[in-house]
């Protein structure tokens, strides 16, 4: 008696490969799945550590700012430099008080430090010597990384201006040290936050109000 080979006889080849394309395809998307959420998690994590480096660079900022001193240096030429010195657009550079001296080293509680961008880097430099020798090398620290623009303005009775000290001149026809602005605008702009600005008011700014925002 002839007998019909029927599905309970089992899976013909043409079956087999189709069931083997629907599973190869459901790892394929599970695979992109599980990547595309690694990929943002890790995303996130370095948006995170982004923030945290820039709060941390903008509260040293704001720090330092806090305790310039009336304190002009000379520089490795022997020229003098003034207490609060903007040499470039992108550049501040003022003498800073309140160093703490828990050892008690003979020392002045006076550092000069300058920011600047280099390599896209947002650098802190100190010099721990404030009329310093050709020699004298500052201490780097790097604030933030991927930097694509750094500027500096001052506010000095609600103007800004990316010079600073401005050529003024006494009665007697002399140069004169002209006091600290009313207030620092700093701008960064990073990649994954754009543009950022940050007002600073100097404890010795001759103008009382408080500058206005753009």
Known sequence: MKRHKGYADGFTLLELLVAV??????????????????RVREHGQIQQQQLRDLQKAMTLIQRDLQQATARAVRDEFGD?????????QNELEFTRGGWRNPLQQSRSNLVRIRYRVENNQLLRERWDVLDRARQTEPQKIVLLEDVSDFTVQVVVKGSRTDSWPPLTQSTGGEQRVPPFPQ????????????????????????????????
């Open 21 to 38: 394309a629907i599973l190869s395809l459901i790892a394929v998307g599970a695979y992109k799945l599980l990547s595309d959420t690694v």
């Open 183 to 214: 207030a620092v605008e700093l701008g960064l702009r990073l990649p994954a936050w754009g543009l950022i600005q940050r007002i600073i008011l100097l404890p010795h700014g001759e103008a009382n109000e408080a500058p206005q925002q753009n």
């Open 80 to 88: 003098v430099q003034p207490a609060f010195y903007l040499p470039k």
